[in-house]
């Protein structure tokens, strides 16, 4: 087995939980403000794991601090993360498939556009309206788009929560 998964305790576990949550919506917010790069519909939904795991993992560290065994709620706690990042994992999956048109994604951000009857209807619309499209993926690393590199990492945190969910210590 790897050496890290073997040394994981409830508490580390929920530590490195906490930390790359904390650091991957640092690194969306820095893509989306700073380098401006709007998320899509879908790209908002792969976020909220990374939401709810922060404060779970901050409450399943205290909680096993708390006695000299773990208690059964931050294992509990560990267990509901590791299942909420196991469905973004699936999320960002299904987006991805999109990016590289295996399939077809929501017509709310990859659809077709439908044009009204008229045009300055359809005009005034288009100066409201700002779609950013889940079929396109405004950056890539090593081939990797966002949603790419969030399948790895919502995988691995569902690993790590999982496994230390089992931790005795």
């Known amino acids: 087995m790897l050496p890290f998964l073997e040394s994981l305790t409830v508490f580390r576990a929920s530590l490195v939980v906490l930390a790359v949550s904390v650091l991957a919506i640092a690194g969306a917010f820095y893509f989306q403000y700073v380098l401006h790069l709007p998320p899509c519909p ?12 922060m404060p779970a993992a901050l409450i399943a560290a205290v909680l096993s601090r708390s006695s000299q065994e773990p208690s059964r709620w931050s294992r509990l706690l560990l267990g509901a993360i590791a299942l909420a990042f196991l469905a973004g994992a699936g999320v960002a999956a299904y987006h991805t498939g999109i990016e590289w048109k295996f399939w077809q994604g929501p017509e709310s951000c990859s659809g077709t ?5 008229d045009a300055s209807a359809f005009l005034q619309r288009l100066q409201t309206v700002q779609v950013v ?8 690393f090593a ?3 966002l949603a790419g590199w969030n399948v790895l990492i919502s995988f691995g945190l569902a690993v790590t929560a999982a496994w230390g969910s089992r931790s005795r210590w």
């Open 42 to 53: 879908l790209c908002l939904i792969q976020r909220w794991p990374f939401y709810a795991a």
């Open 133 to 140: 499209r889940c079929d396109e993926a405004a950056w890539r």
């Open 143 to 145: 081939g990797l788009s």
């Open 113 to 117: 556009l439908t044009v009204a009857n």
